[in-house]
Each structure stands twice: as C-alpha cells, then as structure tokens.
C-alpha cells in the first residue's frame, strides 16, 4: 500500500478509507469533509480510533499521533483510555469555544449576536449539558425534526450552529463522527433551496424615500448615516462604522479597510457631491471617537443596526425595504439604464468569480466616480416630474 502525500489528501475526494500504511488511514464521508482513522488492536480487539479532521490536523501531525498510539498499544497501554483521561467538554462548553475562536473574524454584527441564541433557544435545552461525546444522532434529529417542515431557515441555522460545535469537537478528538452531518441527511426531507431576497424598493422611489427620512424627526446622525449609506450603495455597518480617517477629501474617496470589508480586501469609494454634502453636515457630530456617524445615546460608539431598522419602521418603510435592500435598488437602476456589469460589480464590492474574475484586476475607480454622480443626481434630482412619488402598498 502506497504511502500518501499531503498533495494526495488535498485531492483525494473518494469516499471510504484510503491508507497511509502501517494502522492510519484518511476517511472521506459523502459530503467531503475528511478526518483521520487509526484502525489499532488493543487488548486483542481491533479499534477504530479518531485522530482528528483534515486540514485541522495534517497529514505529519495524524502520522505522529498514530506512532503514539502503536507504541502505547506494543508496551500494553490502551490508547483509548489515555485518549479519554481528558475531560470531555459538554456541548456548551464546546459551542462557546466555538464562539470565541469565530468571533474575532465575522464582520455583521448581527450574525455575531444570533450565533449562540439561535443554539440556546432551540438546542441548548436538550443537549448543552450533555458531554460532546455522548450527543447522537437521535438527539439531533430530536431538535431539528420540529422545525424542518415549518422553519426551514431556522432549521438550517441551527444545524449549522450544531455541526460547527461537533466539528470542533472532532477535530480535538472527542468525537469521531459528526452527528449532525451528513450520517443524518437520510432521515430529513430535502429541503428546497429558497434564495431569499432583502426587501428592496424601486430604485425610482429612492429619492421620495430619501426625502421622507429628511423630513422625519429622526437624530441627524441617523439621517445623514442613511442618506450617505445609499448614496454610496454601502452595505449599512460600513457606514455606521466609518471614521473620519478612512476619508479623503482631496482625493474625494471613502477608503474602507479589508477589515471592514465582506471580501477582506479594501474598497475605495468615489464621494459624489452629495455624499461630500453629508461629510459636511456630519462634521457639527464629532465626539472625538472619530465616527462619522457616533450615537447620539452612547458617546463614542456607532449607530446601531437596530437603530436603521428602526428609522425605516418609523416612516412606514420597514414592510417594503431593508437597508441592505437600497444596494438592490442601486443594482436595479444600473442594469435598467444600461451600466456595465462590470462597473456595477464593482460599486458594489462584489467577488467576481470564475473566468471573468481571474482576469479582473482593476477596480474601475474613475469610471466608478462617474457612476456614483449619476447615481447621486437620480436620486437627489430637483425635477420631480422625473421621479415617482412614493406611495405605500397594500
């Protein structure tokens, strides 16, 4: 039996056991995920030992362990008993870790906060007291089968919630398969793939949208954040989080951090005339936390989500548009004038993939300026007769 090579397990998509020679092996489950499997006698009975995922633990470090166990198992030793001689985590524990090594890298704040209520209101109760390694599928399945035929989103979040945890758990050996993986897919009904749009508004009722939030008796931060948010077709938590030190008023751009960015890597803005307008009006709003837009509660902290969610339901908005649902009505007004795809991918910090992404280098900045100051003329137009007004459905 050949050995492998850590090129080989990169590729290899098999499903079964391939072999490293000597008692490892690497498993490849239907779904593609991969882990380690020592197949050892031990006090004359062959067992199957978990050393761990793939990537998380690589090939070197799945070989070393395997070493370890042989040598415990020749000098009368039982694996397994050194193995569980650590404490096993409960579910609880095992999601907060979960939590925590996660949080540091997920930019939507509300994602950030759901995480765990999503666990603690419908799985928590069941089995975060339970060790990690005593969950099963039958526990699982006793959580999700309620709410696959009735909240299908929830559901899903929920069992991606639960996998993350066993996957963890996995990968530090205290379990050897993931119960909420595909070993249990059999057993619930395929669920339909539903995209789900963000509420979004025509992009010609826009500019009366713009105009009802003027006149609302909402803060000034609140208003100018919503207004400089469309303007730039920004998703709302890099406005909300933006400082006076990613603007560059001479060059006349907003500079966002990949930090801050969905894709991980900067975006520049072009700021209309409009959007510098705001700049300017936000200038009277500096608390010295260098936010454009800080809390008029909360000295030295940005708006909230909750606070634009809340703006929207204040002027009757909130049952026909999202914030992140003015990015679509940005997008629907550059495919309905004709702006190149490209163009509008662009403006709105979008991944191309495929062919058409590899060869797309530049970020189209100066054709982009043009695009934002039609933009900002559309929506900000003194002609009324151009724009429909904006009128509430039944």
């Not at 803060?219 to 990613?246: D, H, I, M, N, Q």
Request: net charge positive; glycine share 8%; with cysteine.
């Amino acid at each position: 039996m050949s050995k492998l090579t850590a090129a080989k397990v990169r590729a290899i998509t098999r499903t079964g056991l391939h072999g490293d020679g000597g008692t490892l092996y690497l498993s490849v489950a239907q779904g593609g995920s991969k882990s380690w499997v020592q197949r050892l006698t031990v006090n004359g009975r062959r067992r199957d030992i978990g050393l761990g995922g793939f990537p998380l633990v690589s090939l070197a470090e799945a070989r070393d362990k395997a070493f370890d166990n042989r040598r415990w198992a020749r000098a009368g030793g039982n694996p397994l008993a050194e193995k569980h001689k650590a404490r096993v985590p409960t579910f609880r524990e095992a999601a907060l870790k979960v939590f925590e090594s996660n949080k540091p890298r997920w930019r939507s704040e509300q994602h950030t906060k759901n995480w765990l209520k999503y666990l603690e209101r419908h799985a928590m109760q069941q089995i975060g007291d339970m060790p990690v390694d005593r969950v099963g599928r039958e526990d699982v399945l006793r959580i999700l089968t309620p709410l696959w035929g009735t909240r299908m989103e929830t559901a899903r979040r929920v069992r991606q919630r639960v996998r993350a945890v066993l996957r963890w758990a996995q990968a530090h050996d205290f379990v050897t398969e993931n119960v909420a993986g595909e070993c249990i897919d059999g057993a619930l009904p395929t669920m339909p793939a539903v995209k789900e749009h963000f509420r979004a508004l025509p992009y010609q009722e826009v500019k009366a949208a713009l105009e009802t939030v003027e006149a609302s008796p909402a803060s000034l931060a609140v208003k100018l954040c919503f207004r400089f948010t469309v303007l730039t077709a920004a998703r709302s938590g890099e406005a909300r989080e933006a400082v006076w030190s990613e603007i560059d008023l001479d060059a006349r751009e907003w500079r966002i951090p990949g930090t801050r960015m969905k894709s991980g890597t900067e975006h520049r803005v072009p700021l209309s005339k409009a959007a510098l307008a705001v700049l300017e009006q936000v200038r009277a709003l500096k608390d010295g936390a260098d936010l454009l837009f800080p809390s008029p509660l909360r000295k030295g902290r940005p708006l909230s989500n909750m606070t634009m969610t809340k703006l929207l339901r204040d002027v009757k908005l909130a049952e026909r548009a999202t914030m992140h649902g003015f990015r679509s009505s940005f997008r629907d007004w550059c495919a309905e004038t004709g702006k190149p795809r490209e163009l509008a991918e662009a403006a709105l910090a979008h991944t191309v993939g495929g062919v058409e992404g590899a060869y797309f280098r530049s970020d189209l900045l100066v054709k982009r300026r043009r695009l934002m100051d039609q933009w900002a003329a559309f929506v900000t137009a003194s002609d009324k007769k151009k724009v429909v007004p904006l009128v509430r459905r039944g």
